[in-house]
Nanobody, 125 residues
Framework: QVQLVESGGGLVQAGGSLRLSCAAS????????FGWYRQAPGKERELVAR???????NYADGVKGRFTISRDNAKNAVYLQMNSLKPEDTAVYYC???????????????????WGQGTQVTVSS
């Protein structure tokens, strides 16, 4: 029902910036919440940022003030602007879509959450 494809990862020096993009397929984009998660080697996958269908955002404490999540409903796209990058930001970053979506004031359940394949972000010191 929903396919997610991330892009924009790469190698950057500490203090630099990257912008990640997530392209989503399907007709339910505007009714869903989306987010970014990351996973470093040996660590659990953790929430980085989330944005709901009306634009309300949440951030992990460690990225607040440095990262910005946004969405463009006309393009079915979610973005993560990452500034002032630190070596501890190094991880595989995954796009996520909520299982629930709203259409015409009715809530629907897709049954599963959706994940992209991930994009590598490496921050060198």
């Amino acid at each position: 029902q929903v396919q997610l494809v991330e892009s924009g990862g790469g190698l950057v020096q500490a203090g630099g910036s990257l912008r990640l993009s997530c392209a989503a397929s399907g007709s339910t984009f505007s009714g869903r919440a989306f987010g970014w998660y990351r996973q470093a080697p040996g660590k659990e996958r953790e929430l980085v940022a989330r944005i709901n269908r009306v634009g309300t955002t949440n951030y992990a404490d460690g990225v607040k003030g440095r990262f910005t999540i946004s969405r463009d409903n006309a393009k079915n796209a979610v973005y993560l602007q990452m500034n002032s990058l630190k070596p501890e930001d190094t991880a595989v970053y995954y796009c996520w879509a909520d299982r629930y979506y709203e259409s015409r004031s009715v809530l629907y359940d897709s049954g599963i959450e959706y994940w992209g394949q991930g994009t590598q972000v490496t921050v060198s010191s």
